[in-house]
């Protein structure tokens, strides 16, 4: 004897494409993969660079990538009152140029680097992750009907998972052919 717990009535789909015309949608997807590619790309080659080319030890090349998770703390939490403050999309491009500068100051790292620059850059990529997150993130919960809440909300992970992995791959495969 068998019974049906739970039988799907209809045949819609779980996610549904016409969401991506949507602005806020679409562009919530796309900072939130690019923000996440280039952080782990980041992460990448920062964990290298500490080990490798500066000799820390595993343990002291995570102690030194702190930084990023103190801009983080900082700046996340007062994200959405500063969205409110001046928009949206100030906000969130605002966040974006402040990760373009952290990542420009962090080019400038080398063998002789004090390592209070690299801090700083790390400082300001968190500052501008932290600042354009929470902003593109409700853009995505935001533009979908609530019975689809979770819908949005997997795809929110799904483009923070996906960033990662082709930040990593993108910036292994450069860091490898050079």
Known sequence: VGFVLYERSTTEPMLDMSYFA?????MGSLGIT???????????VLTQY????????PLGAG???????????AVSPRSPAIAAKFGTKRTVGSGMAL????LLL???AGLETPFVLVAVALVVSAAGVGLS?????????????MNKAGVGSAVNDTTRELGGAIGIAVIGTIVNSI
Request: charged share 5%.
């Open 133 to 145: 997150m929470p902003s593109l993130s409700t853009g995505i919960l935001q533009s979908v009907p």
């Open 99 to 102: 990760l373009a500068v952290g």
């Open 22 to 26: 949507n602005p806020r949608f679409a």
């Open 34 to 44: 690019f923000s996440f590619m280039v952080m782990f790309a980041m992460f990448f």
């Open 63 to 73: 102690v030194r990538g702190l930084p990023f998770a103190f801009g983080m703390i």
């Open 106 to 108: 962090m080019s400038f």
């Open 50 to 57: 500490l080990q490798y080319v500066r000799g820390y030890s």
